[in-house]
C-alpha cells in the first residue's frame, strides 16, 4: 500500500498522560499536514512540514501540541498532559510539493482520552 | 481567515437520482476547491477538485461548479447508487505561506435510499 499510513488506529489514554502519533506520508511527497477532527465536523488545519522545515504552526491548539518531521520522512504528532477534549481523530496529510495543491490523507488515529 | 459554510447537513436521496451540495467561502484570494468523501472510520477521500481559472469540471458521475464572484461552489452527483452514501466535505485553500492548510466545511451527510 503506497498511501498515507498512521501509526496507531486507536489509542486510549488517562488524563494527563502523554501521547504521540506516527504519520508516513506518500513517499515522494514532501509535504505532510496534520489535522484534527471533531464528531461532527470537517478536518481542522493544526500545523504543516515542506520537508523538515514546519512552515505553519500557529494554528496548533495550544503549546501542549508539538509536531517533528526530523528527516523530512515520517512526522510525529504530540499532545503533552491530555485533556478529554483533546479527544478526536487526528489526521496526517500529503502532497508533491508547493506547486500541488492535492492532499491525500491517511486514515486518522482516533484518540481517546478518559 | 477562510471560512467554508456547507449546505444541506444532510441529504437523502432515491437510487438513481441526483445529489446536489453547496458551498460558500469567505476569502476572494480562495483559488483551490477540492471536494472529499469520508466513509465511517476512514480518512477523506479526494474525489474531485477545481481550481479558480476553471468554472467547471467533471469525472464520470460527479461534477464541481465555481462561481468566483458569488464565492460559491457545487458538487453534483449524478445517478447515485448505493455505495455513494457517505459524508461530503467541502474545503478551500488561498495561494501559498500560511495558508497551505485546506480550510474545510462542516460535512454533508449523503443517505442513498434503495
Known amino acids: 500500500d503506497t498511501g498515507v499510513s498512521q501509526n496507531p488506529r486507536h489509542k486510549i489514554t488517562k488524563r494527563g498522560q502523554n501521547v504521540t502519533f506516527r504519520c508516513d506520508p506518500i513517499s515522494e511527497h514532501n509535504r505532510l499536514y496534520w489535522y484534527r477532527q471533531t464528531l461532527g465536523q470537517g478536518p481542522e488545519f493544526l500545523t504543516y512540514?515542506?520537508?523538515?522545515?514546519?512552515?505553519?504552526k500557529s494554528r496548533l491548539l495550544s503549546d501542549r501540541f508539538s509536531a517533528e518531521r526530523p528527516k523530512g520522512s515520517f512526522s510525529t504528532l504530540e499532545i503533552q498532559r491530555t485533556e478529554q477534549g483533546d479527544s478526536a481523530m487526528y489526521l496526517c496529510a500529503s502532497s508533491l510539493g508547493r506547486d500541488y495543491n492535492e492532499q491525500f490523507f491517511g486514515p486518522g488515529t482516533r484518540l481517546t482520552v478518559l | 481567515g477562510e471560512n467554508v459554510e456547507q449546505h444541506p447537513s444532510t441529504l437523502s436521496v432515491q437510487e438513481g437520482d441526483s445529489a446536489v451540495i453547496k458551498c460558500t467561502y469567505s476569502d476572494s484570494a480562495s483559488n483551490y476547491f477540492p471536494w472529499y468523501k469520508q466513509e465511517l472510520g476512514k480518512g477523506p477521500q479526494l474525489i474531485i477538485d477545481i481550481r479558480s481559472n476553471v468554472g467547471e469540471k467533471k469525472d464520470q458521475r460527479i461534477a464541481v461548479t465555481l462561481n468566483k464572484t458569488a464565492k460559491h461552489f457545487s458538487l453534483h452527483i449524478t445517478e447515485t447508487q448505493p455505495e455513494d452514501s457517505a459524508v461530503y466535505f467541502c474545503?478551500?485553500?488561498?495561494?501559498?505561506?500560511?495558508?497551505?492548510?485546506?480550510?474545510f466545511g462542516k460535512g454533508t451527510h449523503l443517505i442513498i435510499q434503495p
Open positions: 474545503a478551500a485553500k488561498a495561494p501559498g505561506g500560511g495558508a497551505d492548510g485546506l480550510t
Open positions: 512540514f515542506q520537508n523538515e522545515a514546519q512552515l505553519e
